[in-house]
């Protein structure tokens, strides 16, 4: 059996671990096995399900908190388990450096896979990032990405250009995600949301790249033209108190639905009418694919990858005109669910193929 080590900070509900977690439960786990070495101390989301697999759980210091700490017992896990293969998720090019550290420790097959399209406007990061491409890019031997912006971002336009980046989909399981009529109106009875109500929706965690302070003002200009309507915000992070405050202070507060993290996203997404998305910036957004795939519209920022439209069912929208969003989302919204799965299998978007190039990749 190969075993493949992946480093990344946690195992919390989030896109790249979500992308993670769908794999791992397709591999053919008597050939294949995935383990995880974080930083994070206290339980992760997705901690019990890897176990249950048969996965292993590595904590180690972070970079941040103790630099040769975080070598020696990075290099400690990689030489007692003898891996051979060890991806690191990163957007930053600093990431590399786990990577150096890896290879010393003997990882024969070193992998990257970028996890955004940006890592804000600071100049600090910015400047790590391009020096960590020129001290540990050559210690990746495979770059993989989600998305052409992705790509790029990390590795850099001449090494996406050159083919150097491999894509590997956000994929779905299409038998999971799909419209559940009957659990729509069971998620809409529990939120007490009656017939009629528009349900506008979101899944994401709350912080400033997700940009819900703007998502507030959106449907703030909605609610203002149609009483009728909700936003369900689905997620937890540091801002949500800050954002559940501004929701009172715009006078929507009672519209608004803070439902935390949840594991029955599907079902959440059936219950939506149309889903909203105005990040900042993304690598490839796993919740608008998996919203693709249950048939829901779809209203997000410009500044995403359009290979994020793989139904049709997606507008793209420049940030900053609140007006303009609140009249396409009300607009969007169907009397009908789309069948987009076609979609998906045409494009590779299915699990299966996803699964077939991770494998391909990631265990050489």
Not at 2 to 29: P, T
């Amino acid at each position: 059996m190969k075993r493949l080590l992946c480093i990344l900070s946690g195992m919390n509900a989030g896109g790249a671990e979500g992308f993670l977690m769908k794999v791992y439960r397709e591999l053919d786990k008597s050939k294949y096995q995935m383990d995880f070495c974080i930083n994070v101390k206290e339980k992760c989301f997705f901690e019990d399900e890897i176990l249950a697999m048969g996965g292993k759980m590595y904590r180690i210091p972070s970079k941040s908190e103790d630099l040769a700490q975080f070598k020696k017992q990075l290099t400690k896990v990689i030489k007692e388990n003898g891996y051979d293969n060890v991806l690191r998720i990163t957007s930053s090019a600093m990431g590399f450096m786990d990577l150096k550290v890896a290879k010393k420790a003997g990882a024969r097959v070193c992998c990257a896979r970028s996890s955004n399209a940006s890592d804000g406007d600071g100049l600090k990061a910015k400047v790590a990032h391009r020096l960590g491409r020129v001290l540990y890019n050559k210690y990746v031997d495979v770059k993989v990405a989600p998305s052409d912006l992705a790509a790029r971002y990390t590795f850099g336009d001449a090494v996406y250009e050159k083919g150097g980046v491999n894509l590997i989909h956000n994929g779905v399981d299409l038998d999971l995600f799909k419209f559940y009529p009957e659990k729509r109106e069971e998620i809409r009875k529990e939120f007490s949301i009656e017939d009629g109500v528009t349900l506008v929706g979101h899944v994401g965690r709350f912080d400033e790249q997700k940009n819900h302070a703007f998502l507030l003002e959106i449907f703030k200009e909605l609610h203002g033209r149609d009483a009728n309507t909700k936003l369900l915000l689905v997620g937890k992070g540091a801002l949500q108190e800050k954002m559940q405050e501004r929701a009172a202070e715009l006078g929507i507060g009672d519209s608004v639905i803070f439902a935390g993290v949840r594991s029955d996203v599907p079902h959440l997404l059936s219950a939506m009418d149309v889903f909203a998305f105005p990040s900042f910036y993304e690598g490839m957004p796993n919740t608008v694919i998996e919203a693709q795939a249950t048939g829901l519209p779809c209203v997000i920022a410009d500044t995403i990858t359009r290979e994020a439209d793989i139904t049709g069912l997606v507008e793209y929208l420049p940030l900053g005109n609140a007006a303009e969003w609140a009249e396409r989302v009300a607009a969007a919204v169907r009397s009908e669910r789309a069948d987009t799965h076609p979609s998906f299998i045409s494009n590779k978007y299915d699990i299966g193929s996803v699964v077939e190039e991770f494998v391909k990749n990631m265990y050489r």
